[in-house]
């Protein structure tokens, strides 16, 4: 018997009574789980394999399939289905994770970053368009696509007023290094864009989720961290275009 803790970020029914669970799990990534007689349990055990529950799983390997044993109810985040543009929010952060990441995988950080959203998202201590930046930009970051930002690509200047910030290699140039013509591969940004991108990227978990922006940044920074992740993820998502289209983004 194995123990894992984690969080369930899709959920499929098979026949009358299973379903499969994808969970992902601090130590194994993302693993799947057959969850018999799912349609019977009921009380903690049923809550805990729900979508965007975060439990404790007991599980036993048999041919290569995990089988659920027995599971409790960690934190369930009830407050996510208030809203539609929280749940789709939410529904979009695993369907990302469930592409980015692979099986076998130390997750730790990722599942960090999921559950912290998760907890401000479900609260709604923090704006939507905030979380969604802070998610797209620390995951890139925590799976290999963490942009260098620390100057200039050319003079090393590391305040510019203005600059492009290059999508595919996450670097960026000031206005009087940059030589190209600003294509789809390039955001011409201002300097607190920079900065809010420089705090997501680097700061601690305890003061990640605490700063702020105008209106106006967040706005730049949102089309920046989405086009990002796109851009290194190769590939778009329906319930990003679902989300977008319920929040009015
Ligand atoms: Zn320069």
Redesign the pocket.
Known sequence: MITLEGIVLKERSVGEQDKFVDVLTREKGIVEIAVKGAKRLSGRSGSSTQLFAYSRFCINLRREQFYLDSCEPIRIFYGLREELSRISLASYFADVLKYAINEDEDCGEVLRLMLNSLHFLEKGLRPEAMLKSIFELRLMSEIGFMPDIM???????PE?EELFFCLSDGGY??????GGDASDNYYKVRMPVLQAIRYIVLADWDRLFSFRVTDSVQKRLSAVSEAYLKTHLERGFKTLDFYKSVSGT
């Open positions: 100057g200039c690509q050319a003079c090393g200047e510019p140039f000031c206005t009087g290094c940059f």
